[in-house]
Nanobody, 125 residues
């Protein structure tokens, strides 16, 4: 059974930090890209960051301005998203996803075929 379990969300004050985790199982983790997306109610899902597991290449949305860092623990099949300097506009449900996107489609939902259930991040101002 394919599973992507995202956790680590919560309530944090502006300027604070959270680390999200995405634990993967049930598929070939080593040849996938893991992406983090976020969605605010009423808005489209936004690609935040991604990491290519076999090549280590990372992507970050320009809007993050260096505040987030994505990393992987291969032994645990887990990808992390360290979020620092959180702002109220970072409030969203964060999802992790797995797929084989090409470089020009890292932020396209259709490039990912496995999705986690989402974890809510709330940043109070």
């Amino acid at each position: 059974e394919v599973q992507l379990q995202a956790c680590g969300g919560g309530l944090v004050q502006a300027g604070g930090s959270l680390r999200l985790s995405c634990a993967a199982s049930g598929f070939e983790f080593d040849d996938r890209t893991i992406g983090w997306f976020r969605q605010v109610p009423g808005k489209e899902r936004e690609g935040v960051s991604s990491i290519s597991i076999p090549y280590g290449r990372t992507y970050y949305a320009n809007s993050l301005m260096g505040r987030f860092t994505i990393s992987v623990n291969d032994a645990k099949n887990t990808v992390y998203l360290q979020m620092n300097g959180l702002k109220a506009e970072d409030t969203a449900v964060y999802y992790c996803a797995a797929g084989r996107p090409i470089s020009s489609s890292l932020t396209k939902e259709t490039s990912y075929n496995y999705w986690g259930q989402g974890t809510l991040v709330t940043v109070s101002s």
